[in-house]
């Protein structure tokens, strides 16, 4: 069992930074971040393996990196918009897939105007 814990999340203007971390722990392979805003389903953000390939489904605010020695990932978000307030959530599994068996509770994200 692989449990995550997020944190970084809360509130910012528009136009300004976050960065998430999501600590497992055990080693997974691959680590990775969703979020869900309201009223939208949940969608992929970036993920990042063992090896240390990347793959980010959203444009290019958003860059992932990964600790190896500390089980923890990350997620630098800049020039946020409003569009992008949702709860994100850090995933984990064997493999990097649109769904992770393992999940954290989630640390929210708000972006105002």
């Known amino acids: 069992q692989v449990q995550l814990v997020e944190s970084g999340g809360g509130s910012v203007q528009a136009g300004g930074s976050l960065r998430l971390s999501c600590a497992a722990s055990?080693?997974?392979?691959?680590l990775g971040w969703f979020r869900q805003g309201p009223g939208k389903d949940r969608e992929r953000v970036a993920d990042?393996?063992?090896?240390?390939t990347t793959t980010y489904a959203l444009e290019g605010r958003f860059t992932i990196s990964r600790d190896l020695s500390k089980n923890a990932v990350y997620l630098q978000m800049n020039n946020l918009e409003p569009e992008d307030t949702a709860m994100y959530f850090c995933?984990?599994?064997?493999?990097?897939?649109?769904?992770?068996?393992?999940w954290g509770q989630g640390t929210q994200v708000t972006v105002s105007s």
């Open positions: 990042s393996n063992y090896a240390g």
């Open positions: 995933a984990a599994d064997s493999k990097c897939t649109a769904q992770p068996r393992y």
């Open positions: 055990v080693y997974t392979y691959c």
